[in-house]
């Protein structure tokens, strides 16, 4: 009797391997975050923190939009953040500039960036049609 558990036991050992491989690899590599391990580790090649998203998550930097925020912009600063196409940076929680403020930032100062996306990013009120991108510094 023990043999003919053997074959299932077998199965469910490596569905439980891959199910745990498949967890670990979406916590180190979330498209929506650079984490401080992935910035040390492109410092050679990276000295701002717009080269660290350039290299590691380009799309970052793309303007995009999602049909759900009003085409109307309700107030001036919605109106030209729709013109302009900015993607909004903030640096620990403050409103820092658009993506080339990046350039003017070290990667060796930055732990952790963060993408939102337009409707994520509402939360910081109108004008962020493209999303954001969140920094925090050590």
């Known amino acids: 009797m023990n043999r003919s558990y053997l074959p299932l036991a077998l199965v469910a050992l490596l569905a439980l391997a891959a199910c745990s491989s498949t967890s670990n690899s979406r916590q180190r590599g979330s498209g929506d975050v650079i984490t401080m391990?992935?910035?040390q580790a492109v410092l050679g090649t990276s000295r701002t923190a717009y080269d660290v998203v350039a290299?590691?998550?380009?799309r970052w930097l793309e303007k995009r939009s999602i049909s759900a925020l009003p085409t109307?912009?309700?107030s001036?600063?919605?109106r030209v953040a729709q013109d302009t196409g900015d993607i909004v940076v903030y640096l620990n929680n403050q409103r820092y500039g658009g993506p080339q403020a990046l350039r003017d930032l070290s990667a060796e100062a930055v732990a952790e960036m963060r993408y939102l996306g337009p409707a994520e990013a509402a939360r910081f009120g109108t004008g962020h049609q493209h999303g954001a991108i969140l920094v925090t510094t050590r």
């Not at 290299?55 to 380009?58: A, D, E, G, K, V």
């Open 37 to 39: 391990e992935e910035i």
């Open 55 to 58: 290299r590691l998550q380009p």
């Open 72 to 74: 109307r912009p309700s």
């Open 76 to 78: 001036t600063e919605a």
